[in-house]
């Protein structure tokens, strides 16, 4: 049958038994069959994930640098804006209104930024906020929602201390801010942003408000009814399992309440990471990504309130990298491991195998024992019937041949005796002439 020359779980025989060499069954050619199948589906399911770059291995650690990076503030990177919520409500919509508030931003140093809360803004680099343009959401469209992004503030100005002169964001000499090295690095840099009240000063002029500054009791009214500030800003999680896009970018919120003698400094904290992939199918060639994560929002509230700030934001850059790796497997072990994998089916359904082999085999061996001795006893029987026949024949030939020998001495006798008759007429006829 199809299902016995199926069969490859049974030992090997040196002699040819009904064509073949193995000691066939259909037990075993049914177990051989399955294990095909599974071993066929097995192999799919490593092929599969060969070809769609599924299950990678991956590796995580984190491990401490001098010199973290340095990471920009421009729409492309980290990207951020400040909007305003009213009172009692969570969500953004109301316009900032920057004839109450202003923004600025100043990079600065870990020993020095309490110093730079009083310095001269003429003497250091600085950057101003104004009305969010369509061009800021560039590299975000897909994350923000373009109507409260364009009621919010977004960096608008750069003040160089060195040129002693404002460029805007389309301008040859601007740059945009950046958060450097990481806190334990004597070069560390950090990003501050002080919401204070509105000034009639250059400030005003520059921002191109060419309204009057309200009064302080127009922002008690919006202290009084709950007012707070949300700054928002692009953080990036890692999906490992995304084969195409595993760096995903999406809006992070961190919300503050407005105080009228306190404000509160928030330091927010982000880790440099390290992402890498290894993507080629024979080598271990691997891309290498540079990028960030939050970490954590430390705030300090109830400070003191002297120099009209409501709100301050400090972002840092973390000295410990977040490493990911993740490697997808090459052909040759996909190969390896299809193999491996073909090899153990055939283990475990040779042992499934063994015992029904050892019936089969214990009762094939029985009938055919016991066919050659019934064979063998035809076969007598059938010499000693083919046997008498010969010897019936032998004596029919005897018997035969002893009636041909008498017949022929009969017709011997009687030619002998017509003879001597023919003689003795004649002789008789000769006398009688005579």
């Not at 469209?141 to 040129?163: D, E, H, Q, W």
């Not at 195409?244 to 503050?256: L, V």
Request: net charge neutral; with cysteine; proline share 2%.
């Amino acid at each position: 049958m199809f299902l016995k020359h199926l069969d490859i779980l049974t030992p090997r025989i040196t002699l040819y038994q009904q064509g073949i060499l193995f000691h066939s069954s259909i037990g075993s050619g049914i177990i051989s069959l399955i294990s095909f199948l599974i071993t066929i589906l097995g192999s799919i399911y490593y092929l599969i994930e060969f070809f769609g770059r599924k299950n990678p291995a991956v590796y995580y650690v984190q491990y401490f640098t001098r010199d973290a990076g340095t990471f920009a503030f421009d729409p492309n990177n980290l990207f951020h804006y400040i909007s305003m919520i009213n009172g009692g409500s969570s969500f953004d919509g109301e316009k900032f209104d920057f004839n109450t508030f202003r923004l600025i931003g100043t990079e600065t140093y870990l020993n020095t930024y309490l110093d730079d809360l009083n310095k001269d803004l003429t003497k250091i680099d600085h950057w101003l906020y104004g009305p969010c343009v369509e061009s800021d959401i560039t590299g975000v469209k897909n994350l923000v929602n373009k109507n409260i992004v364009l009621n919010s503030a977004c960096i608008r100005k750069f003040y160089s201390s060195s040129k002693k002169k404002y460029f805007n964001t389309n301008e040859l000499n601007f740059r945009w801010p950046k958060i450097a090295h990481g806190t334990f690095n004597t070069n560390n840099k950090f990003y501050s942003v002080f919401l204070e009240k509105c000034q009639q000063d250059s400030l005003n002029i520059i921002l191109g408000e060419n309204n009057q500054c309200k009064t302080d009791q127009n922002i008690n009214n919006i202290i009084k009814d709950g007012g707070g500030v949300h700054f928002n800003f692009v953080d990036h999680s890692i999906d490992v399992l995304d084969f195409d896009e595993p760096n995903k970018k999406f809006m992070y919120r961190i919300q503050s309440s407005l105080e009228r003698e306190n404000y509160s400094a928030n330091h927010i904290n982000f880790n440099p990471v390290v992402f890498k992939t290894s993507k080629n199918v024979l080598t271990d060639e691997t891309d290498k990504e540079f990028t960030y994560m939050f970490e954590t929002n430390t705030v300090f509230s109830n400070v003191q309130n002297g120099n009209g700030i409501y709100m301050c934001y400090y972002l840092w850059i973390n000295n410990r990298i977040q490493h990911f790796e993740r490697r997808y497997k090459k052909l040759q072990d996909t190969i390896s491991d299809i193999g491996g994998y073909a090899r153990v089916i055939t283990f475990i359904a040779s042992l499934f195998n063994y015992f029904y082999y050892n019936y089969i085999t214990l009762h094939d061996t029985q009938n055919l024992i016991y066919s050659m001795y019934y064979n063998e006893e035809n076969i007598k029987k059938a010499r000693n019937i083919e046997l008498n026949k010969n010897i019936s024949l032998k004596e029919s030939e005897k018997s035969y041949n002893k009636l041909n020998l008498s017949t022929n001495i009969n017709r011997e006798e009687n030619n002998i005796n017509n003879i001597i008759n023919n003689n003795n007429l004649n002789d008789q006829k000769k006398k009688i002439y005579k």
